[in-house]
């Protein structure tokens, strides 16, 4: 069964980068068919697309947030990372990992709250 | 962008009611849309894909329509596990955007 799991620091300084890392357990992110995403969710708020990778490193970014986003992908660790730099509070958000085919997301993980505050 | 917008946001209803939920897109996403269910602390679920396909293990009492600009979820019989916060996203072209979600209540 395919395992996805966030982790990184939960409260970051206002104007830092924020940095998370999913690591996928049961599959490998290898896969050709299919690329890896982050999405967030902002406190009782709905879900917001930050962008994709595939396993060979393309990647295809919300215009939205595209300046200020990089994700990178590890194939020898079966990760994928996200860096966001320049946060405000408006960043404040629950961030999940997930799998996508043909850009559906069938797997995420648990998410895990980040908050930026000083 | 391209805009999702449902209808209702909040929906109240009893068990063993047809519940039906509405997305429309700011134009045209062909039948590439999906449905997800999300329980309150939990991530969202994938239920339907492609319009109206139903994503492996999803009871069969849900069901999606619809293409182009108009869609909808229904849940023909809704059950105790049902309640949850339901979001449509569109992925005919980047970047993929999702409704702000509907809620659906016990009556």
């Known amino acids: 069964q395919l395992q996805l799991q966030e982790s990184g620091p939960g409260l970051v300084n206002p104007s830092e980068t924020l940095s998370l890392t999913c690591t996928v357990s049961g599959g490998s992110i290898s896969s050709s068919d299919h690329f890896w995403g982050w999405i967030r969710q902002p406190p009782g708020k709905g879900l917001e697309w930050i962008g994709s990778?595939?396993?060979?490193?393309?990647?295809y970014y919300n215009p939205s947030l595209k300046s200020r986003v990089t994700i990178s992908v590890d194939t020898s660790k079966n990760q994928f990372s996200l860096k966001l730099s320049s946060v405000t509070a408006a960043d404040t958000a629950v961030y999940y990992c997930a799998r996508s085919l043909a850009a559906v997301f069938d797997y995420w993980g648990q998410g895990t709250l980040v908050t930026v505050s000083s | 962008d391209i805009q999702m917008t449902q209808s209702p946001s909040t929906l109240s209803a009893s068990l063993g009611d047809r519940v039906t939920i509405t997305c429309r897109a700011s134009q045209s996403v062909s039948n590439w849309l999906a449905w997800y269910q999300q329980k309150r602390g939990k991530a969202p679920k994938l239920l339907i894909y492609q319009a109206s396909s139903l994503e492996s293990g999803v009871p069969s009492r849900f069901s999606g329509s619809g293409s182009g600009t108009g869609f909808t979820l229904t849940i023909s019989s809704l059950q105790p596990d049902d309640f949850a916060t339901y979001y449509c996203?569109?992925?005919?072209?980047?970047?993929?955007?999702f409704g702000q979600g509907t809620k659906v209540e016990i009556k």
């Open positions: 996203q569109q992925y005919n072209s980047y970047p993929w955007t």
């Open positions: 990778i595939y396993y060979s490193g393309n990647t």
